[in-house]
């Protein structure tokens, strides 16, 4: 007995690389989250080792790629955050700063050029600016052509900041996009944009909701999981 609450007490208690966060709070669940890199498991104070060897095995898959969706979102904020990439229309671009006198941004191959002062700092709130102002123009063209491609119209499209959306149907039937799609690839926007259009049509996500936009885009399921997998460290940026 007194061994296992030497245990319990341990601020290291790890199981199957998983850390144990044991507390004496009531909480009516376990909780399996995963933080910079670490999948831990929040759990009732007295919650036995065999229990949670099960959670484990349980969401095992699942817990393997949180974690390696936290490794690509941290890898992808770390090398923005030292001015080595960007992602444009789903390409990686270099990025190139030039000094001069007015700020200025463009794009030649596989690079990006931010054209400004030494003495500003401010990078990322430059390509930001840009890249959300070219998405407003993108979005909405987009947004139209494939309205009249599937015949689905809608009143008005919004361009939103989101951090843990990419777009929205609102029930009279406007349109709000993430300009941050902007750093995803064509066929991904195409399929969000499609996405939101049949909420016009279903406003839930229903099986019928499904089958409309089955009807419109068949590979949509690959493109639903390629968003999970890979839009995440986007998203946040």
Same mark, same amino acid.
Request: hydrophobic share 35%; with cysteine.
């Given at each position: 007995?007194?061994?296992?609450?030497?245990?319990?007490?341990?601020?290291?208690?790890?199981?199957? *690389?998983?850390? &144990?966060?044991?507390?004496?709070?009531?909480?009516?669940?376990?909780?399996?989250?995963?933080? *910079?890199?670490?999948?831990?498991?929040?759990?009732?104070? =007295?919650?036995? /080792?065999?229990?949670?060897?099960? &959670?484990?095995?349980? *969401? #095992?898959?699942?817990?393997?790629?949180?974690?390696?969706?936290?490794?690509?979102?941290?890898?992808?904020?770390? /090398? @923005?955050?030292?001015?080595?990439?960007? =992602?444009? @229309?789903? #390409?990686? !671009? +270099?990025?190139?700063?030039?000094?001069?006198?007015?700020?200025?941004?463009?794009?030649?191959?596989?690079?990006?050029?931010?054209?400004?002062?030494?003495?500003?700092? #401010?990078?990322?709130?430059?390509?930001? +600016?840009?890249?959300? *102002?070219?998405?407003?123009?993108? @979005? !909405?063209?987009?947004?139209?052509? &494939?309205?009249?491609?599937?015949?689905?119209?809608?009143?008005? @499209?919004?361009?939103? %900041?989101?951090?843990?959306?990419?777009?929205?149907?609102? %029930?009279?039937?406007?349109?709000?996009?993430?300009?941050?799609?902007?750093?995803?690839?064509?066929?991904?926007?195409?399929?969000?944009?499609?996405?939101?259009?049949?909420?016009?049509?279903?406003?839930?996500?229903?099986?019928?909701?499904?089958?409309?936009?089955?009807?419109?885009?068949?590979?949509?399921?690959?493109?639903?999981?390629?968003? #999970?997998?890979?839009?995440?460290?986007?998203?946040? =940026?």
């Amino acid at each position: 007995m007194f061994g296992l609450l030497k245990k319990m007490n341990s601020k290291n208690e790890i199981i199957s *690389n998983v850390k &144990i966060i044991r507390t004496k709070k009531r909480i009516r669940s376990v909780l399996t989250r995963v933080r *910079n890199g670490t999948p831990e498991i929040i759990c009732p104070y =007295f919650t036995s /080792q065999k229990s949670l060897e099960k &959670i484990i095995s349980k *969401n #095992k898959e699942w817990i393997a790629r949180k974690v390696e969706e936290d490794r690509k979102r941290e890898y992808f904020l770390k /090398q @923005l955050k030292d001015g080595k990439y960007i =992602f444009f @229309l789903g #390409k990686k !671009l +270099k990025i190139h700063l030039v000094t001069n006198n007015n700020d200025k941004i463009e794009i030649l191959k596989n690079k990006i050029f931010v054209y400004t002062s030494k003495k500003n700092t #401010k990078i990322n709130e430059l390509l930001k +600016k840009w890249l959300k *102002n070219f998405a407003g123009r993108y @979005l !909405l063209e987009r947004s139209k052509k &494939i309205s009249e491609k599937i015949k689905i119209r809608f009143k008005k @499209l919004k361009i939103k %900041t989101y951090k843990a959306r990419w777009g929205s149907c609102s %029930t009279n039937s406007e349109i709000s996009l993430n300009w941050k799609l902007i750093m995803l690839p064509k066929d991904i926007i195409d399929y969000v944009i499609t996405h939101e259009l049949c909420h016009v049509i279903e406003p839930n996500h229903s099986k019928s909701f499904w089958s409309l936009v089955k009807s419109f885009d068949p590979d949509y399921k690959n493109k639903d999981k390629w968003l #999970k997998i890979n839009g995440n460290p986007i998203i946040l =940026f």
